[in-house]
Each structure stands twice: as C-alpha cells, then as structure tokens.
C-alpha cells in the first residue's frame, strides 16, 4: 500500500483512503479511539465499516482482504 497515501477500492463498493487527521477526520477518529497523524478510513456504499479508522495496515488488514484491494 505504496507509502500509505491514496485510496483504494474493493469488492462490494468498499473504499479505503488514507486521510490525514486534522478537522473532522481527527475528532471522528479520535471519537473512534484512533490517534495520530493519519489513519485509513474504510467505507463501503459510503458508510463507515467497523469502527471506520484504523491506524495501520496491521489494524487494516484485520477486516479487509488486503488482495482483493486495488488504487483508484
């Protein structure tokens, strides 16, 4: 997941972006017990998956296929 920054899509419309945590992504993600600079935030249709930011690609792959994902 080539230095963290991006997004991606996988089956199912899911959606995974590497957000900075600043404004709104921080206070969500913070809400969501995520702290840092940045985080992946995973949605599908829009909506959040599980508790929507994780703050690695260890955390990430414990509920997303990492295989299946592809860059947007």
């Given at each position: 997941?080539?230095?963290?920054?991006?997004?991606?899509?996988?089956?199912?419309?899911?959606?995974v972006?590497?957000?900075?945590l600043?404004?709104?992504?921080?206070?969500?993600?913070?809400?969501?017990?995520?702290?840092?600079?940045?985080?992946?935030?995973?949605?599908?249709?829009?909506?959040?998956?599980?508790?929507?930011?994780?703050?690695?690609?260890?955390?990430?792959?414990?509920?997303?296929?990492?295989?299946?994902?592809?860059?947007?």
């Amino acid at each position: 997941m080539e230095g963290d920054r991006g997004s991606w899509a996988g089956p199912g419309g899911l959606r995974v972006t590497a957000v900075r945590l600043a404004g709104a992504h921080r206070v969500l993600a913070e809400y969501a017990g995520v702290r840092g600079e940045s985080a992946f935030l995973v949605t599908r249709r829009g909506e959040l998956v599980g508790r929507g930011y994780y703050p690695s690609v260890e955390d990430l792959a414990e509920i997303v296929d990492l295989a299946e994902l592809h860059p947007v």
